[in-house]
C-alpha cells in the first residue's frame, strides 16, 4: 500500500487518481497533481495528513470543505469534484479543479502593486465569492493573498479569473453565534474577533478585505512591523495593540514610494478595518459597492518596475448621469435646530452662558481587552495574533509633533508656498502639505449671499473632518476640554442626544458638540488652525468659482451627502420628541452622524470629504464679538439649499451642536 503522504509520480490513489507531480504541503494536508482516471481530467488532489486524521475536530473541518464549495453559487470558487476515505489508508481526501496560473501574494512579490482599476477587477470577483458565501451564512475566516489565485482562463479577452482558495477553514455563521471557537487565520490578516474566542461574522472577512486592498495599492503590508525583513510574533502584536495607526494614505506616505491612494480609500479602509464590527461594512457585497466608487477612479501613477504593462484593468462602472440645477447658489443656514443643543456652560437655552474652554482633564480610559499573549500563542498556535485596542481611523496627530495651543485667536498662520502654474491639483496628501491635507490653489471669486469678491492665498485643509478619536488625542494631551457627551442615563437630558463623545462605536464619527473655543483649540495644538469662511467656502467649491456643490453642479443625492431622510426624522421623534419633516430625495443609512468619508461619490475635486452634510463646520469667521461664522450642511437639514458650497449661519461661539463640528487649515 502506497504511503498517501509521499506519493510519488505514477502511484494510484483511492482507485482513481494517478500522481503527476506533488504540489504543496500545508498544515492540514498535502496536495497533488493528479490524472483522474474515471474523467481523464487533470485534477487537484488534497490528502488529510496522517498527524491530524486522528483529530476529530480537524478531521471534521476538512470533511467540512467538500460540502462548503456547493453551497456557494459562485464561479470564483474553486469546485470540489470528489471527496471520499481512502478504504486502504482511511485517510479523507478531496479532488478539486486543477488550476493554473499563481496566487496574487507571488504576483504581489513579481509586480510589487496594482492599478486601482485591476485593483477593482480582482476584488469584484473576490467579493463576488465572498459575498455569496456570505450570503449562505459561511465566513471564510482566513481571506490573504495566498488564498487569492489569478488562474488561467478560456475565456476570450480575459488574462486570468480569480479563486478564492481554502474555503475549508470556513465557518458557519449560525453555528458562530451559539458555541466560540479557537482562532483560525494568519497573523497579518486576522480580525480582533479571531483570537479571543468571540463569535465570527461575516465582518470578519471584511476586516482583511480591507488590509488587503491596501497591499494590493502600496505593495506593502499596513502593519509596518510586518515591512520588515525579520518580524516575530510579539512585535506584530505589540503594534497593533499598543501603536498607532494612522490613515491608510498617512501610513502609505510613510512607507513611501507609493503613488497617492485613491480619493475615499481612506474612509473605505476604515469601515473595513474598524475595532466595533457594528461600524464595519456588514458583509463582502456591501464593500465592495462601496469600493467601486473609490477604485473607479482615473489610475495612479505607477513606475513602471511596479507595473505589468500587459495587465487587463476593468472598465470603469458608469455613473447614472447628473441633472442640473439653477437655484441660487447662497443661502442662510436657518438656527432652529441648534436651538436644542447644548451652550457650553451646560445651561438650558436662553440663559447667559460664558465662554470657557474648560479644565483640559484627561478622559477616564476605556476598558481594554486584555489577551494574555502566551495563553493566545498557546491556542492558535505559531500561525496566529492576539488583538484588543481599537484602531482609529483618524489619528489626529500633529504633523510636526504636539504643541500646546499658544492662542485662541483665529489669525492665520503664514500662507503655504504656491505650487507653480504646471503642478496638477492631486487627491491625498500633496506637498506641500502633510499627510491628511489637501493643497487649495490661491483663487478670486464672488463668495457668498452679498457677492463679495475675495481673494484667497494658497493653504492646506483637512481631508476630513475632526473625528472622535482625533480629538480624543487632544484631551488625552490635556490640551483640549471635553465635549458635551452623549448620555443615556438621563431621559429628560435632550441636550446630549446626537453628541458623539463618548458614545459607543463613534470614534470615526465626526466630533460634534464642540464650540468654537474647543474647535480652535484643537487646531493649535495641531499645529494648524480654523479656516476663514474665504478659505472654507472656495475649498467646499473644488477651487471652481463657478461650482455650486463640492461635486459639481448636480444636486445632492444619497451616496453624495449625509442629510436628513425619513431615517433621522425617526431618529428625531424618538429621542427629541420632534416631528421633522424632511424633503430629502432619499435615506443615506445614517439617521445622525455618519463616520467621516462615507460618501466619496461628494468629494471635491482635491479629495475633501464631507463638505457638504454630516456637520456643519466652524471657522474663523465672526459676525460679532460672541457669535461666529459656519459654514456648509449638516445631517438634520434636508434642503438641497443647505447643502451648497455657499451655505452658512451665524452661531453664538459657546454654542455645542449635535449638528456642528469643524476641520483645521494650514
Same mark, same amino acid.
Given at each position: +500500500?502506497?504511503?498517501?503522504?509521499?506519493?510519488?509520480?505514477? @502511484?494510484?490513489?483511492?482507485?482513481?487518481?494517478?500522481?503527476?507531480?506533488?504540489?504543496?504541503?500545508?498544515?492540514?494536508?498535502?496536495?497533488?497533481?493528479?490524472?483522474?482516471?474515471?474523467?481523464?481530467?487533470?485534477?487537484?488532489?488534497?490528502?488529510?495528513?496522517?498527524?491530524?486524521?486522528? @483529530?476529530?475536530?480537524?478531521?471534521?473541518?476538512?470533511?467540512?470543505?467538500?460540502?462548503?464549495?456547493?453551497?456557494?453559487?459562485?464561479?470564483?470558487?474553486?469546485?470540489?469534484?470528489?471527496?471520499?476515505?481512502?478504504?486502504?489508508?482511511?485517510?479523507?481526501?478531496?479532488?478539486?479543479?486543477?488550476?493554473?496560473?499563481?496566487?496574487?501574494?507571488?504576483?504581489?512579490?513579481?509586480?510589487?502593486?496594482?492599478?486601482?482599476?485591476?485593483?477593482?477587477?480582482?476584488?469584484?470577483?473576490?467579493?463576488?465569492?465572498?459575498?455569496?458565501?456570505?450570503?449562505?451564512?459561511?465566513?471564510?475566516?482566513?481571506?490573504?493573498?495566498? /488564498?487569492?489565485?489569478?488562474?488561467?482562463?478560456?475565456?476570450?479577452?480575459?488574462?486570468? &479569473?480569480?479563486?478564492?482558495?481554502? %474555503?475549508?477553514?470556513?465557518?458557519?455563521?449560525?453555528?458562530?453565534?451559539?458555541?466560540?471557537? #479557537?482562532?483560525?487565520?494568519?497573523?497579518?490578516?486576522?480580525?480582533?474577533?479571531?483570537?479571543?474566542?468571540?463569535?465570527?461574522?461575516?465582518? $470578519?472577512? =471584511?476586516?482583511?478585505?480591507?488590509?488587503?486592498?491596501?497591499? +494590493?495599492?502600496?505593495?506593502?503590508?499596513?502593519?509596518?512591523?510586518?515591512?520588515?525583513?525579520?518580524?516575530?510574533?510579539?512585535?506584530?502584536?505589540?503594534?497593533?495593540?499598543?501603536?498607532?495607526?494612522?490613515?491608510?494614505?498617512?501610513?502609505?506616505?510613510?512607507?513611501?514610494?507609493?503613488?497617492?491612494?485613491?480619493?475615499?480609500?481612506?474612509?473605505?479602509? *476604515?469601515?473595513?478595518? #474598524?475595532?466595533?464590527?457594528?461600524?464595519?461594512?456588514?458583509?463582502?457585497?456591501?464593500?465592495?459597492?462601496?469600493?467601486?466608487?473609490?477604485?473607479?477612479?482615473?489610475?495612479?501613477?505607477?513606475?513602471?518596475?511596479?507595473?505589468?504593462?500587459?495587465?487587463?484593468?476593468?472598465?470603469?462602472?458608469?455613473?447614472?448621469?447628473?441633472?442640473?440645477?439653477?437655484?441660487?447658489?447662497?443661502?442662510?443656514?436657518? +438656527?432652529?435646530? @441648534?436651538?436644542?443643543?447644548?451652550?457650553?456652560?451646560?445651561?438650558?437655552?436662553?440663559?447667559?452662558?460664558?465662554?470657557? =474652554?474648560?479644565?483640559?482633564?484627561?478622559? &477616564?480610559?476605556?476598558?481594554?481587552?486584555?489577551?494574555?499573549?502566551?495563553?493566545?500563542?498557546?491556542?492558535?498556535? &505559531?500561525?496566529?495574533?492576539? %488583538?484588543?485596542?481599537?484602531?482609529?481611523?483618524?489619528?489626529?496627530?500633529?504633523?510636526?509633533?504636539?504643541?500646546?495651543? $499658544?492662542?485662541?485667536?483665529?489669525?492665520?498662520?503664514?500662507?503655504? =508656498?504656491?505650487?507653480?502654474?504646471?503642478?496638477?491639483?492631486?487627491?491625498?496628501?500633496?506637498?506641500?502639505?502633510?499627510?491628511?491635507?489637501?493643497?487649495?490653489?490661491?483663487?478670486?471669486?464672488? +463668495?457668498?449671499?452679498?457677492?463679495?469678491?475675495?481673494?484667497?492665498?494658497?493653504?492646506?485643509?483637512?481631508? &476630513?473632518?475632526?473625528?472622535?478619536?482625533? %480629538?480624543?488625542?487632544?484631551?488625552?494631551?490635556?490640551?483640549?476640554?471635553?465635549?458635551?457627551?452623549?448620555?443615556?442615563?438621563?431621559?429628560?437630558?435632550?441636550?446630549?442626544? *446626537?453628541?458623539?463623545?463618548?458614545?459607543?462605536?463613534?470614534?470615526?464619527?465626526?466630533? /460634534?458638540? =464642540?464650540?468654537?473655543?474647543?474647535?480652535?483649540?484643537?487646531?493649535?495644538?495641531?499645529?494648524?488652525?480654523?479656516?476663514?469662511?474665504?478659505?472654507?467656502?472656495?475649498?467646499?467649491?473644488?477651487?471652481?468659482?463657478?461650482?455650486?456643490?463640492?461635486?459639481?453642479?448636480?444636486?445632492?443625492?444619497?451616496?453624495?451627502?449625509?442629510?436628513?431622510?425619513?431615517?433621522?426624522?425617526?431618529?428625531?421623534?424618538?429621542?427629541?420628541?420632534?416631528?421633522?419633516?424632511?424633503?430629502?430625495?432619499?435615506?443615506?443609512?445614517?439617521?445622525?452622524?455618519?463616520?467621516?468619508?462615507?460618501?466619496?461619490?461628494?468629494? $471635491?475635486?482635491?479629495?475633501?470629504?464631507?463638505?457638504?452634510?454630516?456637520?456643519?463646520?466652524?471657522?474663523?469667521?465672526?459676525?460679532?464679538?460672541?457669535?461666529?461664522?459656519?459654514?456648509?450642511?449638516?445631517?438634520? %437639514?434636508?434642503? #438641497?439649499?443647505?447643502?451648497?458650497?455657499?451655505?452658512?449661519?451665524?452661531?453664538?461661539?459657546?454654542?455645542?451642536?449635535?449638528?456642528?463640528?469643524?476641520?483645521?487649515?494650514?
Amino acid at each position: +500500500m502506497a504511503d498517501p503522504f509521499n506519493l510519488r509520480p505514477g @502511484d494510484t490513489f483511492a482507485e482513481d487518481f494517478v500522481v503527476v507531480r506533488d504540489v504543496s504541503r500545508g498544515g492540514m494536508g498535502v496536495v497533488y497533481h493528479v490524472k483522474q482516471i474515471s474523467t481523464d481530467r487533470p485534477r487537484a488532489l488534497k490528502v488529510m495528513l496522517s498527524e491530524v486524521v486522528g @483529530d476529530l475536530g480537524l478531521r471534521k473541518r476538512f470533511e467540512q470543505e467538500a460540502r462548503i464549495g456547493a453551497r456557494i453559487e459562485s464561479d470564483h470558487v474553486v469546485e470540489v469534484v470528489a471527496a471520499g476515505v481512502d478504504t486502504d489508508s482511511g485517510v479523507p481526501w478531496l479532488a478539486m479543479e486543477l488550476l493554473d496560473g499563481r496566487n496574487l501574494a507571488d504576483a504581489l512579490t513579481e509586480r510589487k502593486m496594482f492599478q486601482s482599476r485591476e485593483v477593482l477587477s480582482i476584488f469584484e470577483k473576490i467579493c463576488h465569492a465572498v459575498g455569496a458565501a456570505h450570503r449562505v451564512g459561511i465566513v471564510h475566516r482566513d481571506l490573504k493573498p495566498e /488564498n487569492i489565485f489569478l488562474a488561467k482562463t478560456r475565456r476570450v479577452g480575459e488574462e486570468y &479569473t480569480v479563486k478564492v482558495l481554502d %474555503f475549508g477553514l470556513a465557518k458557519l455563521v449560525a453555528e458562530a453565534k451559539t458555541r466560540r471557537t #479557537a482562532a483560525v487565520g494568519s497573523p497579518k490578516w486576522m480580525a480582533p474577533e479571531q483570537t479571543d474566542g468571540s463569535e465570527i461574522s461575516p465582518e $470578519t472577512d =471584511v476586516w482583511a478585505l480591507g488590509l488587503i486592498a491596501f497591499k +494590493m495599492l502600496t505593495g506593502a503590508y499596513y502593519w509596518k512591523s510586518a515591512n520588515r525583513d525579520e518580524v516575530t510574533i510579539p512585535q506584530l502584536m505589540r503594534e497593533i495593540l499598543f501603536g498607532d495607526l494612522p490613515l491608510a494614505s498617512i501610513r502609505a506616505a510613510e512607507i513611501g514610494d507609493t503613488p497617492p491612494l485613491p480619493a475615499g480609500f481612506d474612509a473605505w479602509f *476604515g469601515r473595513c478595518v #474598524a475595532r466595533s464590527r457594528s461600524e464595519r461594512f456588514a458583509n463582502a457585497d456591501l464593500a465592495l459597492e462601496n469600493v467601486r466608487r473609490v477604485l473607479s477612479s482615473v489610475d495612479r501613477e505607477i513606475a513602471p518596475h511596479a507595473q505589468d504593462a500587459e495587465s487587463p484593468s476593468a472598465p470603469s462602472p458608469a455613473l447614472p448621469p447628473e441633472r442640473t440645477d439653477d437655484e441660487d447658489a447662497v443661502t442662510e443656514l436657518p +438656527m432652529s435646530r @441648534d436651538a436644542a443643543d447644548t451652550p457650553s456652560s451646560g445651561r438650558p437655552e436662553g440663559t447667559a452662558n460664558a465662554q470657557r =474652554v474648560g479644565n483640559g482633564r484627561k478622559p &477616564t480610559k476605556k476598558t481594554r481587552r486584555w489577551i494574555s499573549i502566551a495563553m493566545s500563542l498557546g491556542a492558535i498556535g &505559531t500561525g496566529a495574533l492576539g %488583538f484588543s485596542q481599537g484602531m482609529r481611523l483618524v489619528t489626529g496627530k500633529p504633523y510636526e509633533g504636539p504643541r500646546p495651543p $499658544t492662542s485662541t485667536s483665529s489669525a492665520p498662520a503664514a500662507p503655504v =508656498v504656491a505650487a507653480s502654474k504646471t503642478t496638477p491639483i492631486q487627491r491625498n496628501y500633496p506637498a506641500p502639505c502633510p499627510p491628511g491635507m489637501a493643497f487649495l490653489p490661491r483663487g478670486t471669486y464672488a +463668495m457668498g449671499e452679498r457677492k463679495d469678491v475675495v481673494s484667497v492665498q494658497p493653504f492646506c485643509m483637512d481631508i &476630513t473632518e475632526v473625528t472622535v478619536a482625533a %480629538f480624543g488625542n487632544c484631551v488625552s494631551a490635556s490640551a483640549c476640554a471635553e465635549p458635551s457627551a452623549h448620555k443615556t442615563d438621563d431621559p429628560t437630558n435632550k441636550f446630549s442626544r *446626537g453628541c458623539n463623545w463618548k458614545r459607543a462605536s463613534a470614534g470615526l464619527h465626526p466630533v /460634534n458638540c =464642540v464650540d468654537w473655543n474647543q474647535a480652535n483649540a484643537y487646531c493649535a495644538w495641531a499645529g494648524k488652525r480654523l479656516p476663514s469662511e474665504e478659505e472654507w467656502e472656495w475649498a467646499a467649491r473644488s477651487a471652481d468659482a463657478g461650482r455650486s456643490y463640492p461635486w459639481g453642479d448636480g444636486p445632492p443625492s444619497a451616496d453624495r451627502v449625509n442629510a436628513c431622510g425619513t431615517e433621522c426624522v425617526k431618529w428625531a421623534r424618538e429621542n427629541l420628541a420632534e416631528d421633522w419633516s424632511p424633503t430629502y430625495p432619499a435615506d443615506d443609512g445614517w439617521p445622525t452622524t455618519a463616520p467621516v468619508g462615507s460618501f466619496p461619490r461628494g468629494a $471635491t475635486e482635491q479629495g475633501l470629504e464631507d463638505m457638504a452634510g454630516n456637520v456643519w463646520e466652524w471657522t474663523s469667521g465672526a459676525l460679532d464679538s460672541n457669535t461666529r461664522v459656519a459654514r456648509g450642511g449638516n445631517w438634520g %437639514f434636508d434642503l #438641497a439649499v443647505h447643502m451648497r458650497a455657499s451655505a452658512r449661519g451665524g452661531r453664538e461661539s459657546s454654542l455645542r451642536s449635535k449638528f456642528g463640528g469643524f476641520r483645521c487649515a494650514r
